[in-house]
Every structure is written in C-alpha cells, then in structure tokens.
C-alpha cells in the first residue's frame, strides 16, 4: 500500500480519572466534586472537534490522582508500550489528574522514552463546571499526538506542552495551575498548531522488564522535609519501618537544619540512600565538593523519588 492509500493513523485514549473524568452535584461547584467518574468514551465524546479523529479509547484506571498507585503505573506503562509498537498508532493520550500528574509523566517518560508522543493532559475543573478545562485539554492533547515530529512524553494543560520531566504542579485552582521551574515550556497549542521553543524529550528508555508486579516489591522510599525546628523524628521512624531510601525535600540550594541532618546521615551510615532536593518551586540543588548527600539536581522531591525508586530497583 503507498502512502497515498495508506489510512490515517490512529491515536489511542488511556483513561485513569482524575478531576477531567469528575462530577459535582451542582453545575457551578469547582471544588465539591468527586473526581474520576465518566469514563474515557465519555471525555471523548464531549469534544466535538474529535469527531471524524480516528481515536480508540481505553480505560486503564479510575482515580483520583491523589491515589495514583505502583500498581497502576505498571499497568498504564504495559499498555502504552503495547499500543506505541502498533503501527497504526501515532501517538497516545493519557487523561489523567493534576495531582501526581508530574509523578506519572517522569516515571513514564524515563520507563517508555517513545519515539512517537504520549501526551499526559488534565483538568482543574470538573466536567460538570460552568468554565470546564477538560475538553479544549483533550483536543489540544490529541492535536500534539498527532503531530508527525512530536516524541516522549510531555504534558498538556491550558494551551502549554511541557517536557513531563520538568513539570510542577504550581497552583492549586488556577486552569494554567503547571510550570517547569527554570526551563520554561516546550510548545503551545493554538487553534490545534503547535507553537514550538525547544525541543521534545529524549532518551533511552529503561525497559519494563525490571518493574515488579507485586507493588509490595517497589522499594519504600519517603520524603522528609526540612524547615525551621525540624526534628530527626520522621527520619528514625521511617528507618524502623525499613524504607531503602530517603529524598529529602531541603531549604533554599540544599541546606538541611542540623538536627534532620544529624538523622540521615545516620540514616545513610546505616544504608539507607539519601538525596536532597529542594522546596523551592525553581532551581537545581547545586552540588558542592564537600557535600554529603547527592543532589536530585532539578527534580522536584516527588519525582526524585521515582528516580530514586528506579535506581533502587535496577541496582
Ligand atoms: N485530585 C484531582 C486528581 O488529581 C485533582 C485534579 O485532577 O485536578 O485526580
């Protein structure tokens, strides 16, 4: 078959929940929903502009992100890597929620690194809401699916696509709630074209040979904070418990109070792997000649903790 006869290729829907997939009992309530209830047929359906889109929808989960699960990341990562080798597939929409949603993107990024796009996107308002986000998300999402150059996963919200491993959730209501610290957006989608500024993620994926099915074998990693009165409390409860690792969520370029330092490196001392990353909402943890903690560089704490996560289960 030549290109000319060859069909469109198709974009494929994984639905997990969250708040795009919500439902209040009164149309105006933006904050007294309950999240994940329509299901993926009926997100696409609410989109008029995907009509005629040759799209397959698939329902992965229903959650609320605030419950995203190792269980659920392994399943969504299966199924996205089993469409993605499809031929006729061109790329893969994810609807997800805004929760975790920079969680979910690094960890798929750094397990599937595809070659053709996966497109997380979201919703600060429920599909019940007056001013609903969900269904310009959508299009938009598939809109950068379809695209013949996009690859690795990024994610798209209120008109911006951002690299999945450079995400922040940055406010809790606005529609416009994401950032990526100092590195700024990748794209914009207007009018469905893409606007673009730098280029799309890239490298070499992790396989998902070595993820457990039991999700009692993900190895236990906590994140502990560092702030004014910080105690070693939290960390010598989390060594009785056995975690494997810490990520430490730290002030300013790293700096830790001397009391929660006192206990990790005690914690480290006694195998545990440590690593900083910062509180600030932008920034790399800068490394020192002297220091005693690696740096989780850019990583927000949440997403060092899937990296840590990954490294722990491939060591
Ligand atoms: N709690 C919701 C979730 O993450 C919030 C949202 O989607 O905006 O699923």
């Known amino acids: 078959m030549n290109k000319m006869q060859s069909p469109e290729r198709r974009i494929v829907v994984l639905a997990t929940g969250g708040t795009i997939a919500g439902t209040a009992a009164r149309p105006g309530d933006n904050v007294g929903y309950v999240a994940a209830q329509l299901g993926a047929d009926d997100l696409v359906a609410a989109v008029p502009g995907l009509a005629g889109t040759p799209l397959e929808t698939e329902q992965v989960a229903q959650v609320d992100s605030k419950d995203m699960s190792f269980d659920i990341w392994r399943r969504l990562a299966e199924r996205a890597a089993h469409h993605l080798a499809r031929d006729e597939v061109a790329g893969i929409v994810v609807t997800h929620g805004t929760d975790t949603l920079e969680e979910t993107g690094y960890f798929l990024q ?27 998300n959508l299009l938009d999402a598939v809109a950068v699916a379809r695209e013949p150059q996009a690859h690795g996963v990024v994610v798209v919200v209120a008109g911006v696509v951002w690299d999945a491993r450079e995400l922040r959730k940055t406010h809790t209501y606005r529609l416009d709630a994401f950032g990526a610290g100092d590195a700024g957006w990748l794209a914009r989608v207007e009018e469905g074209r893409l606007r673009r500024q730098r280029d799309w993620p890239a490298g070499e994926p992790l396989g998902l040979a070595f993820l457990p099915v039991d999700p009692a074998g993900w190895p236990a990693v906590e994140i502990v904070t560092s702030h004014a009165g910080a105690t070693g409390l939290l960390v010598q409860a989390a060594r009785a418990a056995g975690v494997r690792g810490l990520v430490v969520a730290a002030t300013g370029n790293g700096s830790l109070h001397t009391t929660l330092e006192a206990a990790l490196r005690e914690a480290q ?47």
């Open 269 to 315: 001392s006694a195998g545990i792997v440590v690593w900083r990353s910062s509180r600030c909402l932008a920034g790399a943890v800068l490394p020192k000649p002297d220091d005693v903690f690696p740096t989780a560089g850019t990583l927000t704490p949440a997403q060092a903790r899937v990296e840590l996560m990954l490294q722990l289960l491939r060591a």
């Open 110 to 136: 750094r397990v599937l690194a595809p070659r053709k796009p996966v497109v997380l996107t979201a919703a600060m308002r429920p599909a019940t809401a007056l001013l609903r986000d969900g269904p310009q």
